[in-house]
């Protein structure tokens, strides 16, 4: 099973500031199975990343995703107030399908 | 409108049984792998189960393996998760995830959720 690490576990920003959210593998992720899900309070998680550097459809240009093998990024360049949110990593390259355990982006 | 709604949580005793459904809407359901994914109270996400378009392919999380039977119906554009032996700790809100292919895909459209409790 490939156990996903995420950091760090809480982030506290302000509006405006730039997000990098990590998440590390404890294997090699094949052809970059790797994606971003954000989710909101008593919301389901929205897909935002795929393939660890492809935008979902809908998914404003301020997300960008990159890494490779086992260290992956999630990058916010400036944020909004709807950003605020936890976000999950993912590998699908393997079953079982792990997330990581979450990165909660608070407020400031 | 792609959408996908789940049906069937509700509460169960331990050892009792469920099942789940996910009816898909918008999209040629065929065409595209399912999961379920849950979440217990206040904890992350858990991948518990995808089902390849055909039903070819078929994978478990290994809390769930030998309890829960993942099935489809193209016709139906339907989605079912058998929950059997249930216990304490799968206690969750139940979500259908669609891949967005066939085969290795990140999820790209969620249901809502069904909340399953389990409890005496």
């Known amino acids: 099973e490939i156990v996903l690490t995420q950091s760090p576990g809480t982030l506290s920003l302000s509006p405006g500031e730039r997000a990098t959210l990590s998440c590390r593998a404890s294997?090699?992720?094949?052809?970059?199975?790797l994606g971003w899900y954000q989710q909101k309070p008593g919301q389901a998680p929205r897909l935002l990343i795929y393939?660890?550097?492809s935008r979902a459809t809908g998914i404003p240009d301020r997300f960008s995703g990159s890494g490779s093998g086992t260290d992956f990024t999630l990058t916010i360049s400036r944020l909004e107030p709807e950003d605020f949110a936890v976000y999950y990593c993912q590998q699908y390259g393997s079953s079982p399908y792990t997330f990581g355990q979450g990165t909660k982006l608070e407020i400031k | 409108e792609v959408q996908l709604v789940e049906s069937g949580g509700g509460l169960v005793q331990p050892g009792g049984s469920l099942r789940l459904s996910c009816a898909g809407s918008?999209?040629?359901?065929?065409?595209?792998?399912m999961n379920w994914v849950r979440q217990a109270p206040g904890k992350g996400l858990e991948w518990v189960s995808y089902i390849s378009g055909g039903s070819s392919s078929i994978y478990y999380a290994d809390s769930v393996k030998g309890r829960f039977t993942v099935s489809r119906d193209n016709a139906k554009t339907s989605l079912y998760l058998q929950m059997d032996s249930l216990r304490a700790e799968d206690t969750a809100v139940y979500y259908c995830?669609?891949?967005?292919?066939?085969?290795?895909?990140?999820?790209?459209?969620w249901g809502q959720g069904t909340t399953v409790t389990v409890s005496s």
């Open positions: 918008g999209f040629t359901f065929s065409s595209y792998s």
């Open positions: 995830a669609r891949g967005s292919g066939n085969g290795r895909n990140a999820f790209d459209i």
């Open positions: 294997q090699t992720i094949s052809s970059s199975y």
């Open positions: 393939g660890a550097s």
